[in-house]
């Protein structure tokens, strides 16, 4: 499987990297750790150095509860670190974590390869319109709701069949409007409790029926720290252990804050295929 990141061909033979870049104020993990772009560049530069195949930037806090910032707000924040980033890293692959259309175009315009949308086109009704005019790679999670209520929304009939139907059905859309490179990504710990989303990770193979990379992203979560009772700054060597059961699932990219730990499960399980 391949996608095309600004006329560069991403191939998934081998698993990808990719470090998260919170430039908010509220994230559950690392949030307001970082508050100049001074910082931003330099965390950057560590996740490149460590391996990070995709800089994954975020300014919208997704988090339960999270508070609703202004499309305004959300631009101001993002632009310049965009900017900022393609300037010093020219060959870097930005993908853009946010739900709002004028955000997504305005950031590839601005230098993006890739638009991660936590609603797969449902907040913002314009989103899939926008990708299919860009042509960027289009990652789409499964949520219900919103981060506001999102975790109220956790009652399904079957939890892995209901997820294939929401996919097939926003994939559907996305290539009746022309959108060539899609990823999906289950969306763990979004509108699902701790048991449903271990559930879910155990059934994570059946969703390579859909014949798309799988986004695994479950660094650091809630699934994670309430199992041991402790907090996301000590889930670090459970965050390794789920990534390698979603590599050895079929997940194609791993969405992390520890981007060295991640590239070295991707290198342990590539060996047991040898």
């Known amino acids: 499987m391949y996608i095309n990141c600004k006329g560069q061909l991403m191939d998934f033979s081998t698993p990808k990297v990719m470090g998260i870049l919170n430039i908010t104020p509220d994230s559950f993990y690392d949030g307001g750790k970082r508050n100049s772009l001074q910082d931003h560049l330099l965390q950057a530069e560590k996740m490149l150095e460590e391996g990070a195949d995709i800089i994954d930037v975020g300014a919208y806090s997704s988090r339960p509860g999270a508070e609703d910032?202004?499309?305004?707000?959300?631009?101001?924040?993002?632009?310049?670190?965009?900017?900022?980033?393609?300037?010093?890293?020219?060959?870097?692959?930005?993908?853009?974590?946010?739900f709002r259309s004028e955000v997504a175009r305005?950031?590839?315009?601005?230098?993006?390869?890739?638009?991660?949308?936590?609603?797969?086109?449902?907040?913002?009704?314009?989103?899939?319109?926008?990708?299919?005019?860009?042509?960027?790679?289009?990652?789409?999670?499964?949520?219900?709701?919103?981060?506001?209520?999102?975790?109220?929304?956790?009652?399904?009939?079957?939890?892995?069949?209901?997820?294939?139907?929401?996919?097939?059905?926003?994939?559907?859309?996305?290539?009746?409007?022309?959108?060539?490179?899609?990823?999906?990504?289950?969306?763990?710990?979004?509108?699902?409790?701790?048991?449903q989303n271990f559930r879910l990770l155990s059934k994570l193979e059946l969703f390579k029926n859909l014949n798309l990379p799988i986004l695994s992203a479950l660094s650091r979560k809630s699934l994670i720290y309430k199992t041991f009772h402790t907090t996301p700054e000590e889930a670090l060597n459970g965050t390794t252990v789920l990534n390698t059961v979603s590599l050895m699932k079929g997940a194609n990219i791993l969405r992390v804050h520890d981007v060295k730990e991640a590239v070295e499960c991707v290198k342990l399980v590539e060996r047991l295929k040898n």
């Not at 670190?81 to 853009?96: G, N």
């Open 69 to 98: 910032i202004p499309e305004s707000e959300e631009l101001q924040r993002i632009l310049p670190v965009v900017k900022a980033l393609v300037e010093k890293f020219p060959k870097i692959i930005l993908s853009i974590d946010t």
């Open 106 to 195: 305005q950031c590839v315009e601005t230098g993006a390869a890739i638009i991660n949308d936590i609603s797969a086109g449902i907040l913002d009704e314009k989103m899939m319109q926008t990708i299919a005019q860009l042509q960027v790679p289009y990652i789409m999670m499964h949520m219900r709701g919103n981060p506001q209520n999102m975790k109220d929304l956790n009652e399904y009939e079957d939890l892995v069949q209901d997820l294939l139907f929401y996919f097939s059905e926003r994939i559907e859309k996305a290539r009746v409007l022309g959108i060539n490179d899609l990823i999906i990504d289950p969306g763990f710990g979004f509108s699902k409790n701790i048991d």
